[in-house]
């Protein structure tokens, strides 16, 4: 069974910086794309950062610069770190993953497997 449970998420202010983690069991990161979302109320999902089996990496334009994605192999952990948070990226987090080596997209609809979320907050 697959399972991913996300942490590391607060409140914080404008240009402060946050590190989210997303342990992973019964899948393994290193093999399969992987990637981290957010969504605001009334809103779609919208695609952050995604990893693909090669450590290839792709970012949306707004976080471009900002936020790295990385994992650790040993944990099987995934991370999202966030700099230079803006009030605009307050939103829930979600780590995601999906059977897929290479094509990895920012497309929520690709993904399979989901955590919970986590609670990000940026005060002016």
């Known amino acids: 069974q697959v399972q991913l449970v996300e942490s590391g998420g607060g409140s914080v202010q404008a240009g402060g910086s946050l590190r989210l983690s997303c342990a992973v069991s019964g899948y393994t990161v290193s093999s399969y794309c992987m990637g981290w979302f957010r969504q605001t109320p009334g809103n779609e999902r919208e695609g952050v950062a995604i990893?693909?089996?090669?450590?290839?990496?792709r970012y949306a334009g707004s976080v471009k610069d900002r936020f790295t994605i990385s994992q650790d192999n040993a944990k099987n952990t995934l991370y999202l770190q966030m700099d230079s948070l803006k009030p605009e990226d307050t939103a829930m987090y979600y780590c995601?993953?999906?059977?897929?080596?290479?094509?990895?997209?920012?497309?929520?609809?690709?993904?399979?497997?989901w955590g919970q979320g986590t609670q990000v907050t940026v005060s002016s």
């Open positions: 995601a993953g999906r059977r897929e080596k290479y094509y990895c997209e920012l497309q929520s609809s690709n993904y399979n497997y």
């Open positions: 990893i693909n089996s090669l450590g290839s990496t």
